[in-house]
């Protein structure tokens, strides 16, 4: 099966809900498509958190912004691997808020809203992780 139709596959198990499934198929998808691809990165952290692994989910998004870091330039989609690797802390913030660690979310929406300070308003994440973040603080 190629690439394409892996990640087709994993989409059908994401909307179905069905992590194991789709945690099954994308890891046929070959090594360095893992490691370059944002679709894949993004359906595996799906897959663990449909799975309540959250830690798995976390140490992915983590794994995807070292790939990032050292992704080169010259890809197509450098633009995207940008915005993609500027968003983890967001990403791995609001799994700490499903895990019910307050102070980890705290720790990356701050790291997240510090990159994006400069930001233009109106910019979904960037509201959204400001308002989840004056809400986590508010919290004895």
Do not use: C
Request: hydrophobic share 35%.
């Amino acid at each position: 099966m190629s690439f394409l139709n892996l990640l087709l596959m994993g989409e059908i198990y994401f909307t179905q809900g069905k992590g194991e499934q789709l945690q099954n198929t994308i890891e046929k998808v070959s090594g360095v498509s893992k490691l370059y691809s944002l679709h894949y990165r993004r359906l595996a952290v799906a897959g663990y958190e449909l799975q309540g692994n959250l830690e798995k989910a976390i140490e992915e998004y983590q794994g995807f912004y070292n790939s990032v870091a050292l992704a080169p330039y010259s890809l197509p989609e450098h633009f995207y691997y940008f915005r993609e690797s500027s968003l983890v802390n967001y990403d791995i913030a609001k799994i700490y808020e499903k895990m019910g660690d307050s102070e980890k979310a705290i720790e990356h929406y701050e790291k997240f809203l510090s990159l994006w300070k400069d930001a233009d308003p109106g910019i979904a994440e960037v509201d959204d992780a400001r308002e989840r973040l004056g809400e986590l603080q508010e919290l004895p």
